[in-house]
């Protein structure tokens, strides 16, 4: 039959209005050139965990159905478990930053700060529930990644945060331009989806 035993692929949980918000926020940006996308500094809030925890399940699908709903599991953004680490990966000049919906990214003094930097920082919309289109999610998967590959495993909070922070440090900046140079295809991604999941 051709069905294959995977786990089920992780997508945002997204409601009506977030298809909508998510589909008019890639029609105001699909024009946007290369220069433009460059001048983003993204951010990203990621969690790691001192141990890893695989919940096994397992889904059985065709390849190339692993967003069918059959096939996903949902989840929301949360806040850190263990060692969150809040990255933010800057280009050479005023620069737009993503506003995040979640309530941590409204905080009084993080919008009291932007308003102090308005010549530096043109806070841009960014629709809620949607860390798709952000390219550091793939950099925080890199970080993930190599962080698992390392031996012995943390045996505590500091050794994973120093951990974290090397791993950082020594990321590639063509792998965070090559993220970025996505844009363009993460953008048509959402709209051929109708603001629905995508492949990102």
């Known amino acids: 039959m051709g069905l294959c035993s995977s786990r089920p692929t992780l997508v945002s949980l997204l409601t009506k209005?977030?298809?909508?918000?998510?589909l008019q926020w890639a029609r105001e940006h699909r024009d946007w050139a290369m220069d433009e996308w460059k001048r983003v500094a993204w951010s990203d809030e990621s969690r790691f965990l001192i141990h890893h925890v695989d919940g096994r399940v397992r889904v059985r699908?065709?390849?190339?159905?692993q967003l069918?709903?059959?096939?996903?599991?949902?989840?929301?953004q949360a806040s850190g478990d263990v060692?969150?680490?809040?990255?933010?990966?800057?280009?050479?000049?005023?620069w737009n930053l993503p506003a995040g919906q979640r309530p941590c990214h409204k905080a009084r003094i993080v919008?009291?700060?932007f308003q102090e930097h308005t010549d530096e920082f043109h806070l841009m919309s960014w629709p809620p529930n949607s860390p798709d289109p952000n390219p550091m999610?793939?950099?925080?998967?890199?970080?993930?990644?190599?962080?698992r590959a390392q031996t012995p495993p943390c045996p505590n909070i500091l050794t994973l945060r120093d951990r974290c922070l090397d791993i950082w440090y020594n990321l590639s900046p063509v792998m965070y331009q090559k993220h970025v140079a996505s844009m363009p295809r993460r953008?048509?991604?959402?709209?051929?989806?109708?603001?629905?999941?995508?492949?990102?």
């Open 17 to 22: 209005r977030h298809d909508q918000l998510r």
């Open 68 to 76: 069918l709903p059959s096939c996903t599991s949902g989840h929301t």
């Open 187 to 200: 953008v048509a991604a959402v709209l051929k989806a109708k603001g629905g999941v995508t492949r990102y």
């Open 111 to 113: 919008l009291e700060w």
């Open 83 to 94: 060692a969150p680490l809040h990255g933010v990966c800057l280009p050479n000049w005023k």
């Open 61 to 65: 699908r065709l390849p190339g159905k």
């Open 137 to 147: 999610e793939h950099i925080s998967d890199v970080m993930e990644w190599q962080l």
